[in-house]
């Protein structure tokens, strides 16, 4: 897919039919990025932007959007996997979308930070189709956010790419004593869907790395992958992987 570009000294660097809740909407706002950088075109790869990282520059290898119900965690679990740290304190909801870049390894990643929002859904219409992969969030805390999956995946099938890989992630798995969405809910509804699950918390770390790891390689295979080579299998490699919530390994 992407490779590293060059050493340049120091770089700079319509609601959906089903309607996914939006339980918070008179939330607080604030952050956010409404009029960020309007998508280009599909999955094609074009003429990538670069961002820097110590100097050294990347093409943009690939761009995963997080959607899912307002106060999932879409926001935190960004932040944990960019920046390796816990938005603690109070809730600031997203402002139709924000952006971050990140380099893994050798490629590069943009992922949009969407609002969950209702109100800023027709914003977050507009990404769908740049998006290469998709995580779908609910909290493990909420279960209207678990109900409404099957809604975003209505509307995921409606906006994004047809080969868009998605993933579904129950979040907030820290939180053992307001559980109300058992893990086994939530791989019931991703194998109905045939999306790939697990559950993460961006509070400890559980599997972020591991969610944004496992589309990376997926991605990275099919447009490596040689004709005859058989396809990677993204349930296995995370099943594989997984680490379990109430366990020591976070
Ligand atoms: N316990 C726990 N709390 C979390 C976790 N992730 C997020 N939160 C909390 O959940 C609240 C909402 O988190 P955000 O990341 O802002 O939610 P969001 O999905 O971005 O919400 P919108 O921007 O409105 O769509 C915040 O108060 C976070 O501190 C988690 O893994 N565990
Ligand atoms: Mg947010």
Redesign the pocket.
Known sequence: MSRKKAVKGKGSAKSPKASPSSG?DS?RTGKGLAAAAAPSSGLVYPSRPSISNSGEFYDIAFKVMLV?D????????LVRFKDGAF??GS????VGIDFRNKVMSIDAVKIW?T???ERFRSVTHAYYRDAHALLL?YDVTNKASFDNIRAWLTEIHEYAQQDVVVMLLG??A??THDRVVKREEGEKLAKEFGVPFMET???SGLNVELAFTAVAKELKHRTMKEPDEPKFQLQEYVNKEVRTAGCCRS
Do not use: E
């Not at 307002?70 to 679990?77: A, D, N, P, Q, R």
């Open positions: 918070r939330g899912g307002s106060g999932v965690g879409k926001t935190c679990l938005l603690a809730f600031i909801s997203t930070d609002a969950g929002q969030l979040n907030k820290d939180s918390s961006a509070k």
